[in-house]
């Protein structure tokens, strides 16, 4: 369970986060309707028709930046953000008591608690289940404190408990029903991905050991081509020269460079390998450090997926991926991407959509695209 406090979907499931993005516009503006609504049907309570105002522009403000704050391109979304929509939806609350302070015959016409619950309810895939429940209990506690207030002038003789239940049951009916879906999907996602990698983990085992015994194959085959039978001429020849003394090096180097290369290589290069071998796209991996294999399993899944998907034959020529930064073991490093473009390049939108995912993992992102080629920057802290 500690697992599932931490996460949400937007950060398990970065691209089902995008396609839920839309929810938070039509809940905000849903909520804007409502309150716009039940304010119009209760004016002959309202006192203040300023302050009618206000609540609605809280409302409205509350809308905006749960949208903004959603959106992909500003991933990912923080506790401080939920908590900012909630602030502005409670505003809209008690703006509206002080609109009708004094006159509020019935509860069952305010809108503060249907349309806060509204908008933490639109804000679940962006929240984990904790966050989503602490903000209706928050936001529960301030419109309590209204109901007591203004209990004294409604037209009910129902006790004040009885009158708080039922101000307080829609935003805790739908905050509830948002820390049940963050949980639940998060929770589904994380036991799928479990058994994605333990798929894959089984699957990396046995191509580690195929390419070991491939590696094996050539080696005996460099053997067998040039060295044995080098050996066998210097073993025969009655002498050793010069020109023999430096083929011996040469061979000698050669090996420890395949040697060397095979230990040094990532799984960075085992991609850009596979791309230029089925492909044809050439696919330079420039990361003299072995940085790559320093990525968390997110940031390695949102690069692969970039990589992979501009390394269609149709969208680029050649791709070339730059790591900087980070050598002292502090601060930050840089990757820079950059692909010349084929024949049918990507489209900003397109781009942008491998954009949000990078920022859903914490990899700060930013795209540049012209006709000539293709060029994303990712920033990330090093632990």
Known sequence: ???HLRFTQQEADPIGAISASPI???GAVLAFLLATGLTWTHWGEVGSPPAAVIALVFVAAAGVAAVFASSPARAPFTNERLWLVVTLAVGGAIAEYVSTVGNNRQFYDDFGPTVIGMLILS????CTWLSAALAGVFSAAVLSILVVG???YAASDAPVAALITLNAAPVLAMSAAAAGYSYGIVAETLAWQREANRAALQ???ELRAGIARSVQQSRVSVLGREVLPFLAGVMTAERISVADADRARELAEALRRALRAGIESTWLDELAANIRLNRGVDTIIDDPTGAAAALTADQRSALTALISWLGDSARSRFIKVAFTGGSDGGGHRDI?????SGASPPSRRELDRFVAVARAVALRADAELTRENVK???SYDID
């Open 203 to 205: 699957r990396d085992a």
């Open 150 to 152: 203004a209990s004294m």
């Open 24 to 26: 938070v516009a039509v």
């Open 1 to 3: 369970m500690s697992g």
């Open 336 to 340: 820079v991407l950059v692909a010349e």
């Open 376 to 378: 994303v920057g990712l």
């Open 123 to 126: 804000l679940a895939p962006f």
